[in-house]
């Protein structure tokens, strides 16, 4: 009699299926040129234009930033209340824009993680307050 061979558990129980992601069903009220008021972060209660549903499921927003200082942003649909404002945006070509955009780079991600970076900042004279 050898070795038992082992069976990983996923495969003896038909109950047990591996995760598939479905995609975010877009609420009825965000169509493509919607204003709505973010409900958090730093754009906390700015006003903003919907763009389009990216493919994480996540809502693609832009202020637009010369207007309100609100950037090109990725939020959740449920941190927006969508108002009734609707704006042309047909002609703005979003097709190009995915969450590939927001990704940080590798160079971008061993910067921030490298001790040098942390503790390598610039040094600031200290004051001597009495």
Excluded: M
Aim: aromatic fraction near 4%; glycine fraction near 8%; hydrophobic fraction near 40%.
């Amino acid at each position: 009699a050898g070795p038992v061979p082992i069976v990983p558990l996923v495969a003896i129980d038909p109950a047990v299926r591996p995760h598939v992601q479905k995609p975010t069903k877009l609420r009825p009220s965000l169509v493509a040129g919607t204003v709505c008021i973010l409900l958090s972060g730093p754009y906390k209660g700015k006003k903003v234009v919907f763009l389009k549903q990216l493919d994480s499921g996540l809502l693609l927003i832009t202020g637009p930033f010369l207007v309100n200082g609100v950037p090109l942003r990725r939020v959740n649909q449920t941190q927006v209340i969508a108002t009734s404002t609707r704006l042309d945006v047909k002609k703005l070509d979003v097709g190009e824009v995915s969450d590939k955009l927001f990704k940080k780079s590798k160079e971008q991600l061993a910067k921030a993680k490298s001790e040098k970076s942390f503790f390598g900042g610039k040094k600031t004279a200290k004051k001597n307050h009495k």
